[in-house]
C-alpha cells in the first residue's frame, strides 16, 4: 500500500525558509515519479515542482531560484527545500507520486499523479 507522509510546514515570515519532508512507503521512490503541489481554497491545485524517475527536473516559474526539489532514495524521502518564501507562497503543500514514467511540463500536471499525502500547511506573512 502506497502512503505518502508530509511535514515540515509552518509560519514564517516573508523571506524566510522552511523545508518540507515526504516520507513514502510501500514502493521505492527511485521508480516513481514524484511532485510537489500546492493549493488555497477556492483554487485548483497547481504544480510546484515534480522529478520524474528518470530524474528529469520541472519547477514552476514562480519558485525558480527560490524553492530545491531532492530525493534520497535510502530514505524514501523527497524534501523541498524553499529560501526566499513569499506572502503568495501560502497554501496547503502535497506531495504526490505515480509509477509513470512523467517528463517536464507534465510533471505540473496534478491529474497525472495518482498518490498523494495529506498535506502540510505553509504560511508566510508579510
Known amino acids: 500500500q502506497v502512503q505518502l507522509v508530509e511535514s515540515g510546514g509552518g509560519s514564517v515570515q516573508s523571506g524566510g525558509s522552511l523545508r518540507l519532508s515526504c516520507a513514502a512507503s510501500?514502493?521505492?521512490?527511485?521508480?516513481?515519479?514524484m511532485g510537489w503541489f500546492r493549493q488555497v481554497p477556492g483554487k485548483e491545485r497547481e504544480g510546484v515542482v515534480g522529478?520524474?524517475?528518470?530524474?528529469?527536473?520541472m519547477y514552476t516559474d514562480s519558485v525558480k531560484g527560490r524553492f530545491t526539489i531532492s530525493k534520497d532514495n535510502a530514505k524514501n524521502t523527497l524534501y523541498l527545500q524553499m529560501n526566499s518564501l513569499k506572502p503568495e507562497d501560502t497554501a496547503m503543500y502535497y506531495c504526490?507520486?505515480?509509477?509513470?514514467?512523467?517528463?517536464?511540463?507534465?510533471?505540473?500536471?496534478?491529474?497525472?499523479?495518482?498518490?498523494w499525502g495529506q498535506g502540510t500547511q505553509v504560511t508566510v506573512s508579510s
Open positions: 522529478i520524474g524517475k528518470d530524474g528529469n527536473l
Open positions: 504526490a507520486a505515480d509509477p509513470a514514467l512523467v517528463y517536464g511540463r507534465l510533471l505540473l500536471n496534478p491529474s497525472l499523479f495518482g498518490y
Open positions: 510501500g514502493y521505492t521512490s527511485r521508480t516513481y515519479s
